[in-house]
């Protein structure tokens, strides 16, 4: 082989090389960002619980519009996409939860982290 031959061999290698640590990147980048949708959608759903349980008369079982005595609903507390908690009891005007994802978020170390602040006509998600 000739030295251009081998050159252009070395050149076609280096290039694959980076076109694969780029496609792993932007593998990885998605990852998260699906776990970060997730885990919101999942705090969202949570958030409609807890204001469904706001608007429920107690004798139906709801809070009577208070989230004093809203609980985790069996089986939603940990899922595929994630861990969640009621980071701050229900009080009589709201409730706040938390939800930590299954990916590494922005640190590197832990969880994509969300939490979710429900009042009675209103839903906050926040990092």
């Known amino acids: 082989m000739g030295q251009q031959q081998l050159l252009l061999i070395v050149l076609g290698v280096i290039i694959v090389g980076i076109s694969i640590v780029v496609g792993i990147n932007l593998f990885q980048s998605s990852a998260i960002q699906a776990n970060r ?14 204001m469904q349980y ?5 004798n ?10 809203f609980a985790m609903p069996t089986g939603l507390a940990s899922n595929a996409n994630g861990t969640y908690t009621i980071k701050t009891a229900g009080t009589a005007t709201t409730i706040v939860f938390q939800g930590v994802g299954t990916e590494k978020g922005d640190n590197g170390t832990s969880g994509v982290t969300h939490t979710a602040t429900v009042t009675a006509t209103n839903i906050a998600i926040a990092k």
């Open 37 to 50: 949708d997730a885990v919101i959608a999942d705090l969202n759903n949570l958030a409609s619980m807890a």
């Open 54 to 58: 706001y608007k429920k008369p107690t």
């Open 60 to 69: 139906l079982g709801g809070g009577g519009n208070s989230f004093v005595g």
